[in-house]
């Protein structure tokens, strides 16, 4: 994208450069909008590519944040003997995120000045940009490379251990240089290899170039993933802590940046299909072809389905220009991508991130000694069809059009809803019932499950509109089809439960091994609890109607729970230590009131146990345990201590906001309207209330009510939404955003959503 021309900077040093810039709902109260800002950090340089070593370079970092309006606030520092030296704050006061995947920044500034043109791609992770960059031109030569990571919440030094690919590029200085007096210019180098994090020891072990040195220790670091070397090097974890960003902010003999991706699972071919935004900058015998020692470029790369891939100059493009600077045929092997260029002996290769949207440029090769390695960062372009919410939300749409199959839909980043038949997508068998979807970090995919006919069926996301599929009935040995009741949970380390009935009502699960198969899937394991845990210790399965919720809690206790035909809540429960599962009556055991319809369960955060049914009345019955009760459980009737509307069987959801905000929410059994029973931590004294959001929420496109069972759901971002289909079996959809101020909205999402 060309900049907009604002007070150009007359020519300059990059020194001179540098030193310019001197010194809730309506029923909740919602915490400081400052929750809801997003930490960053990035490293940069600004580099002039010389001839024979008489390169210049500025290695600087910034750290900042970035509201939900945008407003942008942070400080930025640059490399010196010393080391780092704090410059002021940043030279932009907000950003824009574009739905194609870049940024803007206002006013269009670097930290060299008004650039003459640039570029950026975003960094948001909830979007699905796990790492970005900025690009700028300036009139008097100067480049400028910056990368950005989302910065996490909670980041210890264990979160720097194992391997990870790396790449850099900087300046050696050296004052016997001719003409170079000062040691202010020196030779553009890069390198590429393996950095290895064990303890506080950081090994680098070069495979093209050379590196500025074989290790550095780690001397501190803080929870927002920042760690310090002991050669003056700052480190910046990623957000989903695989991607780590540095830069040497002790100037000495020498000055560089880089990035490195954690070494993972191999990648599949249809997780990389798409665009790429990159920018990078090659050093050696590569840029010397290019023109002098350091050479830049922003570029897309377009990797296609069919195996073919193609290159194209960012401005050519952006201008509408099609002109291919590079094409030929590309493929995976494990972490690593490979672009074999056509009529040609070079080739391009890359690390494959873990969230199969990153690529990091490592090096060219090629025959005619024409190679060297490359600093770049290219990010996925994540259009309508390719962005995700925090997790798919999927119902069975009764409409014609799909035939009544599992329709998965989901909230784009930019917005937009897409809805796609995901039996038809991935070719499976016929799904009965829906699904259960999560996003796993461990390998970067997005998840769901259904029944069908021959078994429990996996399917395995890509993007928006790409779904394979397997058969973990086949595939797993000893496995037991789940027929009814399914559920699933996930453990606080990570690991994937999934749960249901056999035929005969016996409880299965499945549960992820902690392995990957050789196309970087989970692996899974498979248990009969019935008859491995329970029957052999003298304890009877439950005859369980209906389905089952299950729920991890943040000790790892694993727990499954249902009702009988009775009315009683069971709990089929394991905990760490415990050899064998075990089965409990709460109901019983309490003494409580027996209820019908389903159960749904929500967790807090100072560790309490909610499981929440209504009773043959309508009435909500919260049975619930504290860790100050013990052995013991209570009951209470919600609807009665708040005179609230008796509510619907088999109708109710919950959630937990990320203010810890409680919320059941059901449907009303008289007026069908939606109403949920709330209780906020920030208003304890006034206890729980009850609030009809079919009376509230603003209506988008006409909206008809839910009648069945509903599905809450808070995603990290601070949104809520209260799920369901109507009678016409079409998803509709209350939801509310931090920046509506309290208001709430409503939404048939079957209309607006595109087909996939």
């Not at 800002?37 to 340089?45: K, M, P, R, W």
């Not at 056509?342 to 990091?360: C, K, M, P, Q, V």
């Not at 980043?413 to 829906?434: H, M």
Request: charged letters at 20%; glycine letters at 12%; a negative charge.
């Amino acid at each position: 994208m060309r900049s907009r021309r604002l007070d150009q900077p007359s020519p300059r040093s990059l020194r001179a450069a540098a030193a310019s810039f001197g010194a809730a709902p309506s029923f909740e109260h919602l915490e400081p909008r400052s929750l809801f800002d997003t930490t960053f950090a990035s490293v940069g340089l600004g580099f002039i590519g010389g001839w024979h070593n008489d390169s210049q370079a500025e290695a600087y970092i910034s750290e900042g944040s970035i509201s939900d309006t945008g407003i942008a606030s942070g400080t930025w520092s640059v490399a010196r003997d010393a080391g780092a030296h704090l410059v002021g704050s940043l030279p932009y006061s907000s950003i824009t995120r574009l739905a194609d995947g870049r940024l803007l920044r206002n006013p269009s500034r670097g930290y060299n000045g008004s650039p003459r043109e640039f570029n950026a791609a975003r960094f948001d992770s909830a979007a699905g940009y796990n790492a970005g960059w900025w690009y700028a031109e300036y009139n008097n030569g100067t480049r400028e490379l910056e990368f950005i990571v989302e910065q996490p919440s909670a980041a210890s030094p264990s979160d720097l251990s194992g391997t990870w690919t790396y790449t850099l590029a900087g300046v050696a200085f050296d004052d016997n240089f001719p003409n170079n007096p000062d040691g202010s210019e020196g030779e553009g180098r890069g390198n590429s290899g393996t950095m290895t994090i064990s303890n506080s020891l950081v090994l680098f072990q070069s495979v093209k170039g050379a590196a500025p040195r074989t290790s550095t220790t780690i001397t501190g670091m803080t929870v927002s993933g920042r760690a310090t070397g002991s050669h003056g090097e700052y480190f910046y974890l990623s957000k989903d802590k695989n991607t780590l960003i540095f830069a040497d902010m002790t100037r000495g003999d020498e000055v560089f940046i880089g990035i490195a991706v954690r070494n993972g699972s191999a990648a599949a071919p249809q997780d990389l299909v798409g665009n790429y935004l990159f920018a990078d900058v090659a050093t050696d015998d590569y840029a010397l072809a290019r023109g002098s020692e350091m050479e830049s470029s922003q570029w897309l790369l377009s990797l296609e389905s069919d195996g073919d891939y193609k290159v194209y100059d960012l401005d050519d493009y952006d201008s509408g220009g099609r002109h291919v600077i590079s094409r030929g045929y590309w493929h995976v092997s494990g972490d690593r991508l490979t672009l074999d260029e056509d009529r040609s002996s070079g080739e391009f290769n890359f690390a494959i991130g873990r969230n199969r949207t990153t690529l990091l440029s490592l090096q060219y090769d090629d025959n005619d000694e024409n190679d060297g390695p490359a600093l770049g960062l290219g990010t996925r372009v994540a259009g309508p069809e390719d962005t995700w919410s925090d997790a798919p939300l999927s119902f069975t749409s009764g409409t014609p059009d799909n035939f009544g199959r599992p329709t998965l839909y989901q909230l784009g980043a930019d917005g937009t809803w897409a809805g796609v038949d995901i039996v038809r997508a991935s070719g499976s068998p016929s799904i009965t019932g829906n699904l259960v979807s999560w996003y796993d970090t461990k390998d970067g995919r997005h998840h769901a499950v259904g029944l069908a006919g021959t078994g429990v069926i996996e399917f395995i996301g890509s993007s928006r509109s790409r779904w394979t599929f397997r058969n973990l009935t086949t595939d797993v040995a000893g496995a037991a089809a789940i027929t009814r009741g399914l559920s699933m949970m996930t453990s606080p380390d990570g690991t994937v439960s999934i749960v249901g009935l056999s035929t005969s009502g016996n409880v299965l699960r499945y549960w992820q091994s902690g392995d990957q198969d050789a196309t970087g899937r989970p692996s899974w394991n498979f248990e009969n609890i019935s008859t491995e845990d329970l029957a052999p210790n003298g304890q009877s399965t439950p005859a369980f109607v209906g389905g089952l919720t299950a729920y991890a809690t943040r000790w790892n206790g694993l727990n499954i729970a249902g009702i009988d035909s009775s009315g009683n809540v069971w709990s089929v429960w394991w905990a760490p230590g415990r050899s064998t599962w075990s089965v409990s009556n709460l109901t019983q055991t309490l003494g409580g009131v027996p209820v019908r319809g389903g159960l749904t369960v929500y967790l807090t955060s100072w560790d309490g146990i909610n499981i929440a049914g209504l009773d043959d009345d309508g009435h909500m019955q919260v049975t619930w345990w504290v860790p100050s009760f013990g052995g013991t459980w209570k009951q209470d009737n919600l609807t009665v201590t708040i005179n609230a509307p008796a509510l619907r069987a088999g109708s109710i959801t919950s959630y937990v906001s990320t203010w810890d905000g409680l919320n059941i929410v059901g449907i009303d059994d008289t007026t069908g309207k939606t109403c949920v029973y709330w209780w906020s931590p920030t208003n304890v004294h006034v206890g729980w209330q009850v609030t009809i959001l079919s009376d509230i929420a603003t209506d988008d496109n006409s909206m008809s009510l839910p009648v069945n069972e509903l599905r809450g759901v808070a995603s990290s971002d601070g949104g809520l939404s209260v799920m369901g289909v109507n009678n016409t079996g079409e998803l509709v959809r209350y939801y509310w955003k931090q920046e509506y101020f309290g208001s709430w909205r409503a939404q048939n999402v079957t209309h607006i959503a595109v087909r996939l």
